[in-house]
């Protein structure tokens, strides 16, 4: 028999992300986060890092691979530096967190330094220009 597909759209991924990973126990700035994630890799045609990697999630957050409840902490590293600990924690809002403190850094030394420790990395979509707190940032890149 052969393989069903359907098209959804990407509010409909959203919805299901959402869903999904609530039901895994993770709270709702991380789900977001992640969802939006995903949204943006279907959007973009990167199908390996959309809804590809939502079972991953649910699975690595009900097995306790990565904490449903850790929070990103902020760390002062140096002038320019953000440190940003996701202990344990999914990346995507991890990131998120550190882009907004990376800005203002970026804003007051004309340069700046984003590392996330820490963190339950099961990500790729860079971030945007337009999704960027500072559009100059562009997209930033993740390995």
């Not at 306790?64 to 140096?78: F, Q």
């Not at 882009?99 to 700046?112: D, I, K, M, N, Y």
Request: aromatic share 6%; charged share 15%; net charge positive.
């Amino acid at each position: 028999m052969a393989l069903q597909l359907s098209r959804v759209s990407l509010s409909e991924v959203h919805g299901l992300c959402t869903r999904a990973l609530a039901a895994s126990g993770l709270y709702a700035e991380s789900v977001e986060a992640i969802a939006r994630t995903i949204s943006s890799a279907e959007r973009d045609g990167c199908q390996s890092h959309g809804l590809f990697r939502l079972p991953g999630y649910c699975n690595a957050l009900r097995a306790g691979k990565c904490s449903s409840t850790a929070r990103p902490e902020v760390h002062d590293a140096a002038q320019a530096i953000v440190r940003v600990d996701a202990c344990n924690g999914p990346a995507p809002y991890a990131l998120e967190v550190g882009v907004v403190a990376l800005a203002e850094r970026t804003r007051s030394c004309g340069v700046g330094v984003l590392a996330v420790t820490n963190a339950y990395h099961f990500r790729c979509a860079p971030f945007r220009w337009g999704s960027s707190p500072m559009p100059c940032l562009g997209p930033i890149a993740e390995c």
